[in-house]
Every structure is written in structure tokens, then in C-alpha cells.
């Protein structure tokens, strides 16, 4: 699920069902394939957006699963319904499925996109669908939004960039220090690559993955989230998610998470919590996180409930 964004970042004005539809890539950071895409609309903007894999999608359960979060967080939002599919029916089946399972006063419109062309009815006329030269696709560019061919392109950008012998070796030294020895020294490493941004070493990246299991050096990363510092926090901790082995990186990409959380980019959330699941799925901040994305939490509430997640580990 991806959050509206925060006050002061640019808006991209919509025009109507077409401007929207062909915004979507926009808003997931991605181009979406066989795939149900919500887009909640709060008093005309954009409150979130969510989107889930049609085949997911077999019974109301699983469409309850998905969506329901979003009428408890946002009971007064119209919505927006749109399947991305090349199977027509299978579709619109979905669609209405969708639409069943929907609150009475809900106001919902729906379309399909085949890849080429959208509908807003099943055999209805078909619109062009061209999101490269759509004038609202464009003013997001313009405004520094990126849309990646896929949803497997954004997992590709936690992939390494160095060898595994090279991270296990890394990893190896770094494991061989007293603990708290390499949590002060990843400490000191943070604040050096925080204040002068740069690629951290193979060396530097394993010593922060170590220390980011670190309860006490966790709440000082995620303490340090907030939108100003976002981009910082993502891109340093992409740096090492892509320079250690995924088993070392897992609180490494919880706070990539968080920072894409906070950022709005709802689809980059999924897939941290996906690489992070197995080796950091039971710390606070991963199921904090995992909490966040369910239910559709707005990043602009972040400052309160960070604020009482520290102070409740400190008590």
C-alpha cells in the first residue's frame, strides 16, 4: 500500500478516471501486471493505494484479507477499482467480487486495463492506455518520480553488488568482534556515512547488518526516520542490503522499509518485509512495519507513534 505524500511535496492533478489509470504506475513505482490496484480518494486526493496479485484474489476472504484494512482506516473514502489483466473476464469477475465485498456507501467506479487499452465496463469502448506519454505520467517524472518495468524490477534493486565470498568474508571478521565493540563502531560508521553519503565498504555494510540486530542501535536508526531524512535512510541501508547475505540483512532492509514507509512507497514496503521475514521477523520494528502496511497507517502519524514505541522499549 502506498500513502498519500507528505505536505509540502509536489501534487500531480488528475483530471478524471483516465488521468488516474494512467497515474498508477506512478504511485506503485512500478507498472502493474495481473493485478487488482485500489486507490482510496479522500475529499479528491489520493489517500492510498493498494494493490494485490488477481490470482491472490480466489474468494471474498482473500479480497477481505487484502482490502479490508482500508474501510476501517479511511470509512469516508470513495474508491477507485482497477484490474490489470490481459484475461478480460477473469477481470472483471474480480472486479465485482471486489465491489461484493464493499461497505453499502461505499462510492467505487472500476475499470480494466489489458496493457493497451482500458475499459470502465465490461465489453465497453476501449480507451487508449499509454502511460510514458500521458501528460500526469509525465509531471511525475518531471517531479522525480521513477517507474520501474515491474514489481520484480523494484526487488531487483535489493540484489548484491559484490560476490558472496567477498560478504562472507566480510561478514566472517566482523562476527569474530566482541558485540558491543562493533555496535560502537558501526555507530561511528553510521555517522560518518550519514554526514558524507557514499557506498560503505563490504567491511562497513557487514558491521552495520551485525549491529542492526542491536535493539538499542535499531531505535537510533529508526528514531532518525522522518520524511527530511527518508531518502538518506533508504539509500544508505540499500547500500547494504546489496553487500551482505540476505540471512545478514534483514533488519538491514526492515529500515529501508521503514524509510519507505515514511517516504509513501507502500510497494517497496512489501518487498522489504518479504526479504526480511525470515531472519528479522520477530523484531518489534519488522512487526511494527508488517502492522503499518495491513492497515493502511498514514506515514503523517509516524512522528506520534515513533515517539511511544521508543519511549516503551526505554521503560
Known amino acids: 500500500m502506498s500513502n498519500k505524500r507528505q505536505r509540502g511535496t509536489p501534487t500531480v492533478r488528475v483530471r ?3 488521468d488516474l489509470i494512467h497515474l498508477v504506475p506512478s504511485m506503485l513505482g512500478f507498472h502493474p501486471e495481473e493485478s487488482l490496484v485500489v486507490v482510496c480518494l479522500d475529499e479528491g486526493r489520493v489517500a492510498v493505494t493498494a494493490r494485490a496479485d488477481l490470482a491472490r484474489l480466489t474468494c471474498a476472504d482473500d479480497i477481505d484479507d487484502c482490502f479490508g484494512a482500508l ?7 470513495a474508491c477507485v477499482v482497477i484490474a490489470f489483466s490481459t484475461d478480460a473476464e477473469a477481470a472483471w469477475s474480480v472486479v465485482e467480487d471486489f465491489i461484493g465485498e464493499l461497505p453499502a456507501d461505499v462510492w467505487v467506479d472500476a475499470a480494466h486495463v489489458d496493457g493497451h487499452a482500458w475499459f470502465d465496463a465490461p465489453f465497453g469502448v476501449a480507451h487508449r492506455y499509454d502511460p510514458p506519454s500521458s501528460a500526469v505520467a509525465a509531471e511525475a517524472a518531471y517531479w522525480g518520480v521513477n517507474v520501474l518495468p515491474d514489481r520484480g524490477s523494484l526487488a531487483a534493486t535489493l540484489q548484491p553488488v559484490i560476490s558472496r565470498p567477498e560478504m562472507d568474508q566480510a561478514l566472517a571478521r566482523v562476527i569474530a568482534i566482541e558485540p558491543t565493540t562493533t555496535v560502537a563502531s558501526a555507530l561511528d560508521v553510521l ?6 553519503p557514499r557506498p560503505p565498504s563490504a567491511h562497513e555494510a557487514s558491521m552495520l547488518a551485525v549491529a542492526a540486530f542491536s535493539p538499542a542501535f535499531a531505535d537510533v536508526v529508526v528514531g532518525d526516520i522522518e520524511h527530511r531524512t527518508a531518502g538518506g535512510v533508504r539509500a544508505l ?5 546489496r553487500r551482505v547475505p540476505p540471512f545478514a540483512g534483514g533488519m538491514a532492509a526492515v529500515f529501508v522499509g521503514m524509510a519507505a514507509w515514511v517516504s509513501g512507497d507502500g510497494a517497496l514496503v512489501n518487498v522489504c518485509l518479504e526479504r526480511a ?7 518489534q520494528w519488522f512487526r511494527f512495519l508488517e502492522i503499518a502496511a495491513r492497515v493502511a497507517l498514514p506515514p503523517s502519524q509516524w512522528g506520534e507513534v515513533r515517539t511511544e514505541l521508543v519511549r516503551g522499549r526505554a521503560a
Open 71 to 77: 474501510w476501517d482506516r479511511y470509512p469516508s473514502c
Open 191 to 196: 555517522a560518518s556515512l550519514s554526514a558524507s
Open 277 to 283: 521475514v525470515d531472519s528479522a521477523g520477530g523484531n
Open 16 to 18: 478524471g478516471l483516465s
Open 237 to 241: 541501508w540499500t547500500d547494504v542490503v
